[in-house]
């Protein structure tokens, strides 16, 4: 196994475009990669030597708690609520009251992160899950050149070829593995791209670490072997028996929280990732493009805890995809740029998914466009220095539906090391400091009355700025929700 590099690296020639490969991982958890979690039953050899050779950001957020919208958010700039990309686009789950209305594609009058690189002559490639949109509204539609597998489906049916449910990928040899196969397209646009004068985007959206859970078999027994030895084998300690206590006392129903990392075919899965990016990596240095590609990784939103397989844990971070706590938004986030980021530098400045866009282009020298990403801020202070004085301001969440995997309608903010979540069913606040609260299981919405005042007027002040849409009246039941904004 080739493993990426731990030395410093040189700076690139100043004539020289920088190249840049963004990696997202569909449901990857925080706790998941050893770059956060050294006691993790997981492997991942690459994604931590990545890691020790770029910047790590510990406090970095997916602007939403499942998939499309966080994936919105990266391309456009803009946070889910101000694009009405709230939810994963297929959802329409109502519980008490009917979620809110949302726009099931990308629309295309945003200027996409792609289409301004492909219109600054970069070359675009994707590969992987897209989830922005089918026929009309593909990868190709929103300005990358080249889509491997991008389209309307949220998840592959199948892991194994001949694939179910992928678009835009003819079947590999039967019995090929999706992670395999996307990291194969992603080193054959390596070679081509590297032949050419202009510089390229390479944007690898894994479908891993998704339902279904499947893994080639060797993985799986390798990891069945190492739950028998560490003595986890079985499921007894793997779940919460109190599960709904653990997430939330709004919980309508009752759920199994894992609250152990101990699932072979899971372990399997984030290792066949693990894999897969150091493949795109090794290629990467048999080509001589090491000193000149930026590198980001993250993962659109937490791990899967407590529903569909429930495969991981995110402790000591609550809930996870689908909850408004840490465990579903607080994502791995690594950015290496060669000559700027020191290795082994760890960030603990607040960021969030809309500040790619602004980012990536100041990394590039390209002008910024702020009437487009309105909602991003330019990260390039704290990767030149991550202790610099530097304060984003504050962040935003607005989830106005009932997610399948339990989580209730909320909004949120953090601001510097509070966090305020208010449920949308009822109004009710729920205040964390998580300097000292990182579980988020001490509410301090009575006790520091001020600060849930201020920051609830400053949640309620954005929802009005981005006209962000409530939930709707129940058309069976008539229930109606509480004017909130």
Not at 302 to 328: C, D, H, V
Not at 387 to 392: G, I, L
């Amino acid at each position: 196994m080739l493993l990426i590099g731990h030395g410093a690296v040189s700076s690139a020639d100043a004539d020289e475009k920088l190249n840049f490969i963004f990696i997202l991982a569909d449901d990857l958890g925080y706790m998941d990669v050893g770059f956060n979690n050294p006691k993790t039953f997981y492997e991942t050899p690459h994604l931590d030597s990545l890691a020790a050779s770029g910047m790590v950001f510990t406090d970095f957020y997916a602007a939403c708690q499942v998939c499309s919208p966080t994936r919105a958010s990266i391309l456009t700039g803009k946070y889910p609520a101000r694009t009405d990309t709230t939810n994963y686009f297929a959802g329409r789950r109502a519980e008490k009251f009917e979620p809110a209305h949302f726009n099931t594609v990308m629309a295309l009058e945003e200027v996409t992160l792609a289409e301004t690189f492909r219109d600054n002559g970069y070359q675009t490639f994707f590969a992987g899950k897209w989830h922005l949109g089918s026929s009309g509204h593909l990868p190709t539609d929103q300005g990358f050149q080249i889509n491997k597998g991008g389209g309307g489906n949220g998840l592959p049916r199948s892991y194994f070829s001949p694939y179910k449910n992928v678009e835009n990928l003819p079947a590999g040899p039967e019995g090929e593995f999706l992670t395999d196969r996307l990291a194969k397209e992603s080193e054959n646009f390596l070679k081509h791209a590297a032949k050419k004068d202009s510089p390229f985007l390479l944007y690898l959206s894994f479908y891993s670490v998704h339902t279904p859970l499947q893994a080639p078999k060797p993985l799986i027994e390798k990891y069945q072997r190492k739950a028998k030895k560490l003595g986890i084998d079985d499921e007894d300690g793997s779940f919460d028996p109190d599960g709904e206590r653990q997430i939330s006392a709004n919980s309508k129903d009752s759920r199994k929280v894992r609250i152990r990392q101990d699932h072979a075919v899971y372990a399997a899965m984030v290792e066949s990732l693990d894999s897969a990016i150091g493949r795109v990596m090794g290629r990467l240095d048999e080509l001589g493009l090491r000193q000149t590609t930026a590198i980001v990784f993250m993962s659109d939103n937490g791990g899967l805890a407590t529903s569909e397989g429930l495969p991981t844990s995110n402790l000591p971070l609550r809930g996870g995809k689908g909850w408004m706590y840490e465990g579903g938004i607080r994502e791995p986030v690594i950015i290496r740029w060669p000559g700027v980021t020191s290795a082994g530098k760890v960030c603990t400045a607040p960021a969030v998914s809309t500040d790619f866009y602004p980012t990536m282009l100041e990394m590039a020298g390209l002008p910024l466009l702020p009437d487009q990403h309105v909602d991003g801020v330019s990260l390039v202070p704290l990767l030149k220095n991550p202790f610099s004085k530097f304060n984003r301001g504050p962040l935003f969440f607005h989830y106005p539906h009932y997610a399948n995997q339990g989580g209730f309608p909320a909004s949120a903010i953090r601001d510097g090391n509070y966090k305020l979540i208010q449920d949308l069913e009822d109004g009710a606040y729920e205040l964390y400091d998580l300097s000292t609260d990182q579980k988020e299981h001490n509410n301090l919405e009575q006790l520091e009355a001020e600060k849930t005042e201020e920051l609830a007027k400053a949640l309620t002040d954005w929802r009005k700025e981005v006209d962000a849409k409530p939930l709707r009246k129940n058309a069976k039941t008539g229930a109606v929700p509480p004017v909130l904004w």
